[in-house]
C-alpha cells in the first residue's frame, strides 16, 4: 500500500516538477538565453522579489505580534479570536483582490492596480501562518525557562531576553513560507494587473503558445522558490507542524495588555475578514440578474465534486506517505519534510505547465489530457505533500510502542495500522480532508491551465468573470465560495471542540 | 528580635478540587538552611512556588524580612522584586545563551554597574568551580555541570533567599553526594538563608538546621538542630 502511495506521489507531484527541470536544462538553447537575457526579466525579478519580501515582512508584522497575543496574552473566547483572526488564510486570495477592486475610496483609487495593493491584499491573506506559527512556537517553550528569567526580572525583560529570542526560528521559517506564497500566487497579481513570474508564464502559455517560453520563466521562480522553501523546511525541523497544542502553561502572562490586545486584533480581523466579506456583500446585493449565477451552477457542481473527489484522492495517499515518514529514520525523515515543503511551494502555475508537459501527449498519458482527470492531477500534484506533512505529524503522536505491542501479540503489520494506528488517526485523517478540500476547491491557478475546454471549476468561472460581468454578479459568486470554504471548517472545528469538551 | 527572613501565616492554595496546601505556618530564621521533607504531591514544589511568587495564595499570608509579598489572591510584590535565588528541579538553563551569558541577563537586571556585574559573575563562577565553563552551552555540559550553573545563576544576584526545588534529583549517587557538600559548604559560607525541598533524608542530614515535614500539604513537625548538620563523608 505504501509502495502504491509512493508510486503515485512520484508520478503525480514529482514527475511534473522534474520534467520541468529536465527540459528548461536540456534546453539551454537559444530560447532561454534570449529570455534569461530580456530586459522585462530585471523587471519580473525586481517586481517578484518585492511581491515576496514586501509581503513576509508585512504578514510577520501582523501576524508574529498577534501570536504573541494568543500565547501571553489571557483574552476571554481566545478560541473564537483565534478561529476568526486565522479565518483569512481560508479565502481564496483573488476573492480578498476583488473587494479590494471594489473598496470604492477614491483616496486609494490609484493604488488599486500596483505592486504595494497586491502586498497588502496577500499579508492580509497569509498573516495567519505567521500568527499560527508564533503562537505555536511559544506554547512549546517550556514555562520554567520563563519562571526562571521571571525570579529576576520584569515579564517585559522575560519576553525580550528569553522568549522571542527561542521563538525566533519559526517566526522566521513562517516568513520565509509566506514568501514563496507570495511569489508563487498567481490570482492576485492578475487580477491587480502587477507583472510577476508567474503572470508571464500563464501569459506565455496560455495566451501565446509559446510552451519554451514558459518553461524558460518558470525556472527562476522554480529554483527561488525550492531554495527558500528548502531553508525553512531546515529550519523548522521537527516543529514543521504541530496537531497538538500544547497544555496552556503560560507564566509570563500579560493581563495589563488585554483591552488594547484586543482592540488591535479586532482590527485586524475587521480589515482582513469582515471588510472583504462586507464589500462582497454590498456588491453583491447590487445584483440585478441571476443569469451569472445559473449560469455557473456547473461550475458549481463540478468544484464541489471534483475537490471532493480530489481531497479523497489526497488523503489516501498522504495517509500512507505519512506514516511512512513517521516512522522512518531522523535523517530520512527531514529529508522528506524538505522534500514536500519544497514540492508544496512549487508555483501554481508552473505546476500546470509540468503536468501539460507531462500528460500532453500520445496514448496512454495522453489518454487522461483533456479530462476532468486533469484537474485532479493537479489537486494530488499541488496538495499531497501538505496532506502528508499533516498525516505525518499526527502519526508521530502514535507511539511506536503500541505498535511493537501488538506485533509481539502476534498482530500482523497490515491489522494493526487498521485496529491500533487508523482509529487514533481519526482526527488528523479528518483535518487533512478539510485541508485537502479547501485548498482544491480554490485552486486557479494550476486549474486555469490544464482545465478540459468548456469546463470550468468556480475560481476559473470567477476569473474568467471579472473582466466582462457586472462586478455584482462576480461577488455575488465570490461570497458563494467563501461560504462553501468556511462550512466544512465550521463543522470541523465544532466537531472537535465538542470532542475536547468531553 | 530580628524578623524572620520567611515567615508563611496560614497559607492555603487549591487547584481545582486538590488543596495543594492546607493553612502551612512556618518561619525560616535568617542565615539558616531549612529543608523540607515529604513524599511526592505533598505540596512541598507549590509552598516553594508561593514563597518565590510563581503562585499566588488562596488565603494566608507571605512575608519576606517581615515584609508583606503576598496575600490571599493578590500579589503584593512581583517574583523579580523579592531578592531571590530559585533552583529549579529540571534547572531551567536557557538553552540558547552560554553560561556566562544565563548569569548575565540575570545581573541585567541588578541595576549594578558593569565592572561590579562582572565582578560578581566572575565570583559565583569561582564558588561553584566552573569558571572553565563559561563559555559553553547547557547542552554541552553534563549533568553536574548544569546543576553547578543552576547554582551560580541563583546566588549571583546575592539573593537574600536561596530557594531549591530538589536540584539533585537527577543525579547519580556519588555525584549528589558531591553537590550535597557542596552546597552546605556554600550555604554556610554566605549565611544564605536557604529553603531546599526534597524527598531525602540524607539531603536533611547533611544540610538541615531545620526539618520540615510535609504530608497531604500540611506541615506535620518541625525539627530545628543546628547540631544535627553532619558531612557525611
Avoid at chain 1, 476571554?76 to 488564510?89: D, E, I, T
Wanted: with cysteine; charged share 15%; net charge positive.
Amino acid at each position: 500500500m505504501i509502495g502504491l502511495a509512493f508510486v503515485a506521489f512520484v508520478v503525480c507531484c514529482v514527475l511534473p516538477v522534474a520534467y520541468l527541470l529536465v527540459t528548461t536544462l536540456g534546453a539551454a538553447g537559444s530560447g532561454y538565453v534570449v529570455v534569461a537575457l530580456d530586459s522585462r526579466q530585471q523587471g519580473l525579478l525586481l517586481n517578484t522579489a518585492l511581491l515576496g519580501i514586501g509581503t513576509a515582512l508585512l504578514a510577520t508584522t501582523i501576524g508574529a505580534p498577534l501570536g504573541i497575543v494568543l500565547a501571553r496574552v489571557p483574552l476571554r473566547r481566545r478560541n473564537v479570536v483565534r478561529l476568526l483572526a486565522g479565518a483569512p488564510v481560508l479565502l481564496p486570495p483573488y476573492i480578498v483582490a476583488l473587494a479590494w477592486v471594489n473598496l470604492g475610496w477614491d483616496w486609494l483609487s490609484e493604488w488599486t492596480y500596483s505592486l504595494p495593493a497586491a502586498i497588502v491584499v496577500l499579508s492580509l491573506v497569509l498573516y495567519p501562518l505567521s500568527m499560527l506559527a508564533t503562537e505555536v512556537a511559544l506554547r512549546r517553550i517550556d514555562g520554567r525557562l520563563e519562571e526562571a528569567g521571571l525570579i529576576v526580572a520584569s515579564p517585559g525583560r522575560v519576553l525580550r531576553g528569553i522568549t522571542l529570542p527561542l521563538v525566533a526560528p519559526s517566526v522566521v521559517a513562517a516568513a520565509l513560507i509566506i514568501f514563496v506564497l507570495a511569489v508563487s500566487e498567481f490570482g492576485v497579481p492578475g487580477l491587480l494587473r502587477v507583472r510577476v513570474y508567474t503572470t508571464e508564464v500563464f501569459t506565455a502559455f496560455a495566451a501565446l503558445y509559446d510552451f519554451s517560453r514558459a518553461i524558460a520563466l518558470a525556472l527562476p521562480l522554480l529554483v527561488l522558490c525550492v531554495v527558500v522553501a528548502a531553508v525553512a523546511a531546515a529550519l523548522l525541523g521537527d516543529r514543521l507542524v504541530t496537531t497538538r497544542r500544547s497544555v496552556a502553561f503560560s507564566p509570563v502572562a500579560f493581563h495589563a495588555w488585554r483591552r488594547p490586545a484586543f482592540v488591535g486584533v479586532a482590527l485586524v480581523i475587521g480589515m482582513a475578514l469582515a471588510l472583504p466579506l462586507l464589500i462582497l456583500v454590498r456588491e453583491a446585493l447590487g445584483v440585478r440578474s441571476l443569469d451569472s449565477a445559473t449560469g455557473s451552477i456547473d461550475a458549481i457542481v463540478n468544484s464541489l465534486l471534483l475537490a471532493s473527489v480530489g481531497a479523497t484522492l489526497i488523503v489516501t495517499i498522504a495517509v500512507c506517505l505519512g506514516y511512512a515518514q513517521a516512522r522512518a529514520s531522523r535523517g530520512v525523515r527531514l529529508a522528506a519534510q524538505v522534500l514536500l515543503v519544497v514540492l508544496f511551494a512549487v508555483p501554481s502555475t508552473i505546476v500546470g505547465v509540468g503536468l501539460i508537459g507531462v500528460w500532453n501527449r500520445p496514448a496512454p498519458f495522453g489518454l487522461l489530457y483533456g479530462t476532468d482527470a486533469m484537474l485532479l492531477l493537479a489537486y494530488l500534484a499541488r496538495f499531497v505533500p501538505v496532506a502528508t506533512l499533516i498525516l505525518a505529524a499526527a502519526t508521530q503522536t502514535v507511539s511506536v510502542s503500541q505498535e511493537e505491542a501488538s506485533a509481539v501479540s502476534g498482530v500482523g503489520w497490515l491489522r494493526t495500522v487498521r485496529g491500533i494506528v487508523l482509529p487514533q488517526l481519526r482526527v488528523g485523517v479528518a483535518g487533512a480532508w478539510v485541508v485537502a478540500f479547501v485548498l482544491a476547491f480554490g485552486e486557479l491557478g494550476t486549474s486555469i491551465l490544464v482545465a478540459p475546454p468548456g469546463e470550468a471549476t468556480l475560481p476559473i468561472r470567477i476569473y474568467t468573470l471579472i473582466a466582462n460581468t457586472p462586478s455584482s454578479n462576480v461577488a455575488m459568486l465570490a461570497l458563494l465560495q467563501s461560504a462553501v470554504i468556511f462550512l466544512p471548517v465550521a463543522a470541523f472545528g465544532a466537531v472537535v471542540s465538542m470532542r475536547e469538551a468531553r | 528580635m530580628k524578623a524572620a527572613a520567611i515567615t508563611l501565616t496560614d497559607v492555603t492554595k487549591r487547584f481545582g478540587s486538590h488543596v495543594a496546601l492546607d493553612s502551612v505556618s512556618l518561619e525560616v530564621l535568617p542565615g539558616t538552611a531549612a529543608v523540607v521533607l515529604g513524599p511526592s504531591g505533598c505540596g512541598k514544589t507549590t509552598m516553594l512556588r508561593v514563597i518565590a511568587g510563581l503562585e499566588v495564595p488562596d488565603s494566608g499570608q507571605v512575608l519576606l524580612d517581615g515584609t508583606t509579598v503576598s496575600a490571599a489572591g493578590r500579589t503584593h510584590v512581583p517574583p523579580h522584586r523579592r531578592q531571590l535565588g530559585f533552583v529549579f528541579q529540571d534547572l531551567a538553563l536557557w538553552p540558547h545563551l552560554t553560561v556566562r551569558q544565563n548569569l548575565d541577563f540575570v545581573l541585567g537586571s541588578t541595576g549594578l554597574s558593569r565592572p561590579e556585574q562582572e565582578r560578581r559573575a566572575h565570583d559565583a563562577l569561582a564558588l561553584v568551580r566552573i569558571e572553565e565553563l563559561a563559555g559553553r552551552y547547557p547542552h554541552q555540559l553534563s549533568g553536574g555541570e548544569q546543576q553547578r550553573v543552576a547554582l551560580a545563576r541563583a546566588i549571583v544576584p546575592e539573593p537574600r533567599v536561596l530557594l531549591l526545588d530538589e536540584p539533585l534529583s537527577s543525579l547519580d549517587a556519588e555525584l549528589r553526594a558531591d553537590l550535597r557538600s557542596e552546597l552546605a559548604r556554600l550555604q554556610r559560607a554566605l549565611s544564605l538563608t536557604t529553603v531546599y525541598v526534597t524527598h531525602d533524608r540524607k539531603d536533611a542530614a547533611v544540610l538541615a538546621d531545620c526539618v520540615i515535614e510535609m504530608r497531604a500539604g500540611r506541615v506535620l513537625a518541625v525539627h530545628c538542630d543546628r547540631s544535627r548538620r553532619h558531612d557525611p563523608a
